[in-house]
């Protein structure tokens, strides 16, 4: 009952920012936390950031952390990611993610995912 779509990847040289969002629709008014996840060929699906939507509340895997910046908006049930510092290791496909107030351990609802790519 919730849709999410990511935009605002791109190819980005080392040292460049780049600025990540997602547009949460349908169901959106019982969205508990929002998060981004990434992955890069050949491994696994990692934690980026999160932040629970009603207090604001962020957390951030250290690989990122100084770096990257997640917010939102409660008004347009929108997720952002500002990436700033970026490395080459951060090339990966970027994927936003959505926990409801019913089930908040888990991640239920997914987007299709934003390809990042920094160049060194």
């Known amino acids: 009952q919730v849709q999410l779509v990511e935009s605002g990847g791109g190819l980005v040289q080392a040292g460049g920012s780049l600025k990540l969002s997602c547009a949460a629709s349908?169901?959106?008014?019982?969205?508990?936390?929002m998060g981004w996840f990434r992955q890069a060929p050949g491994k696994e699906r990692e934690f980026v950031a999160a932040?629970?939507?009603?207090?604001?509340?962020?957390n951030y895997a250290d690989s990122v952390k100084g770096r990257f910046t997640i917010s939102r908006d409660n008004v347009k049930k929108m997720v952002y990611l500002q990436m700033n510092s970026l490395k080459p290791e951060d090339t990966a496909v970027y994927y936003c993610?959505?926990?409801?107030?019913?089930?908040?351990?888990?991640?239920?609802?997914w987007g299709q995912g934003t390809q990042v790519t920094v160049s060194s």
């Open positions: 993610a959505l926990r409801d107030t019913v089930n908040t351990a888990r991640y239920a609802y």
């Open positions: 349908g169901r959106t008014f019982s969205i508990f936390k």
């Open positions: 932040i629970v939507w009603n207090s604001g509340i962020t």
